[in-house]
């Protein structure tokens, strides 16, 4: 482990962006996604293009289907070494 090196954020995710990243990494069409959760195939790309805010009930359904934990969606850019240290 004495060449660990820790791993830099490189880039910025949104809460849209890490909701398309996790359906595509799941080959996941939008509305395989909408038959899976209930959620209308309108309402998925609206939040994936980040026009519609996610909202808590929406990420745990979501969460569910994508087989993640809702925080992985609400904060993808959370620094948690970072944040827990402040």
């Not at 998925?44 to 996610?54: C, F």
């Amino acid at each position: 482990m004495k060449d660990y090196v820790k791993a830099k954020k490189t880039i910025e995710v949104s809460v849209g962006e890490s909701v398309r990243i996790l359906r595509e990494l799941q080959a996941l069409s939008q509305n395989e996604l909408a038959d899976i959760t209930g959620i209308p195939q309108s309402t998925i790309s609206a939040i994936e293009n980040n026009r519609v805010q996610l909202g808590v009930e929406r990420a745990k359904v979501l969460a569910k289907a994508l087989k993640c934990h809702p925080a992985v969606l609400v904060f993808p850019g959370w620094d948690i070494d970072h944040e827990s240290a402040a």
